[in-house]
T-cell receptor, first 109, second 113 residues
Framework: QKEVEQNSGPLSVPEGAIASLNCTYS??????FFWYRQYSGKSPELIMF????GDKEDGRFTAQLNKASQYVSLLIRDSQPSDSATYLC?????????FGTGTRLQVFP | DAGVIQSPRHEVTEMGQEVTLRCKPI?????LFWYRQTMMRGLELLIY????????DSGMPEDRFSAKMPNASFSTLKIQPSEPRDSAVYFC???????????FGPGTRLTVL
């Protein structure tokens, strides 16, 4: 079992819809969770982080964390074609980040 | 700020050759990370430095890989000899402190023929 697992996708959603990206992790002791967005041919950029159970909202993005079930998700409301990218989930282990392989999101007009 | 700078942006070399990738972190950042990204394995941490000192190199795949950080503004990742399976995008990232890297460089796309 991989330490951080994501569905590779692609996840296709129409413009204006909610995109839901999911991630599960195996280390129950993990405390910090991160979402990075990576456009094709570009470098990853941090868009959200969450440390506590529950929801954290930032504009159109909401990160959700459920430590009991060991999953973290990212919701993108009012999806736009410009949101089309690969979304990487990362879990902090010690001083390191362990990344999932990413979910490719496609938002079509 | 110029961000994290990496060079070269693209490198094509033949198997057996030495490859050196370079990174200049953001000024004032004291942690530097080298990652490798492939389709199959995703983004993997190779090594990271804090205050120019290597802290964890457990992700370095084998002895053919080495990394140095002679000063706070420069780091190198060297592969000698290179092999086709080393073909990947190599990212450098930096941050202040030991918190996760938030600032990635543009990456070096390495192709080993």
């Amino acid at each position: 079992q991989k330490e951080v697992e994501q569905n590779s996708g692609p996840l296709s959603v129409p413009e204006g819809a909610i995109a839901s990206l999911n991630c599960t992790y195996s280390d129950r002791g993990s405390q910090s969770f991160f979402w990075y967005r990576q456009y094709s041919g570009k470098s990853p950029e941090l868009i959200m982080f969450i440390y506590s159970n529950g929801d954290k909202e930032d504009g159109r993005f909401t990160a959700q964390l459920n430590k009991a079930s060991q999953y973290v998700s990212l919701l993108i409301r009012d999806s736009q074609p410009s949101d089309s990218a690969t979304y990487l989930c990362a879990v902090k282990r010690g001083d390191k980040l362990i990344f999932g392989t990413g979910t490719r999101l496609q938002v079509f007009p | 700020d110029a961000g994290v700078i990496q060079s070269p942006r693209h490198e094509v070399t033949e198997m057996g050759q030495e490859v050196t990738l370079r990174c200049k972190p953001i000024s004032g950042h004291n942690s530097l990370f080298w990652y490798r990204q492939t389709m199959m394995r995703g983004l993997e941490l190779l090594i990271y430095f804090n205050n120019n000192v290597p802290i964890d190199d457990s992700g370095m795949p084998e002895d053919r890989f080495s990394a140095k950080m002679p000063n706070a503004s420069f780091s190198t990742l060297k592969i000698q000899p290179s092999e086709p399976r080393d073909s990947a995008v190599y990212f450098c990232a930096s941050n202040l402190g030991r918190d996760p890297p938030q600032y990635f460089g543009p990456g070096t796309r390495l192709t080993v023929l």
